[in-house]
C-alpha cells in the first residue's frame, strides 16, 4: 500500500461524502457527553421533586 492509499484510507468521511475534521469529532464526543450528563442530572433532579422522603 502506497502513502496516498494509506491516507486516503485514514480519512473519515460524512454522509454527505465530505472529510470529518478531527475537531468535529471532539465537538461531537462533548455534545454527547454533555447530553447525556445533563439526562442523568434532569432525572436525579426530576427524582427529588417526586420523592418526599
Known amino acids: 500500500m502506497d502513502a496516498r492509499n494509506k491516507a486516503q484510507s485514514e480519512r473519515i468521511l460524512g454522509e454527505s461524502g ?3 475534521e478531527p475537531w468535529e469529532i ?6 454527547f457527553y454533555l447530553t447525556i450528563a445533563a439526562g442523568l442530572w434532569f432525572f436525579y433532579w426530576f427524582n427529588g421533586i417526586q420523592c418526599p422522603c
Open 26 to 31: 471532539k465537538a461531537g464526543k462533548a455534545v
Open 18 to 20: 465530505r472529510e470529518i
